[in-house]
Nanobody, 116 residues
Framework: QVQLVESGGGLVQPGGSLRLSCAAS????????MGWYRQLPGKERELVAT???????NYADSVKGRFTIARDNAKNTMSLQMNSLKPEDTAVYYC??????????WGQGTQVTVSS
């Protein structure tokens, strides 16, 4: 069982930056692939970025070069640095932990709004 708590969302102007954080507890953090997903009302949740326990990363094409995912296995935390934000980045962002044998877990989500 893994508990995930996101923080860091908010309102930012286009071109601005935000940093999201995810704190994990309850299991061995490093064995999980961690990821950020986002969801707009009425739409399916979509992948933003993932990072393996050894630091390999994967990004959606829409955020490549603007967002950076990172994790600290010693502190059981993950972050998403979001730069050059656009209005279309507005969504609820969710932290995810996944292990093929143990299953997947979601945080409660944090709202990111990009608007002038």
């Amino acid at each position: 069982q893994v508990q995930l708590v996101e923080s860091g969302g908010g309102l930012v102007q286009p071109g601005g930056s935000l940093r999201l954080s995810c704190a994990a507890s309850g299991s061995i953090f490093r064995i999980y692939v961690m990821g950020w997903y986002r969801q707009l009302p009425g739409k399916e949740r979509e992948l933003v970025a993932t990072i393996t326990g050894t630091g390999s990363t994967n990004y959606a094409d829409s955020v490549k070069g603007r967002f950076t995912i990172a994790r600290d296995n010693a502190k059981n935390t993950m972050s998403l640095q979001m730069n050059s934000l656009k209005p279309e980045d507005t969504a609820v962002y969710y932290c995810n932990a996944y292990n093929a044998r143990l299953g997947g877990y979601w945080g409660q989500g944090t709202q990111v709004t990009v608007s002038s």
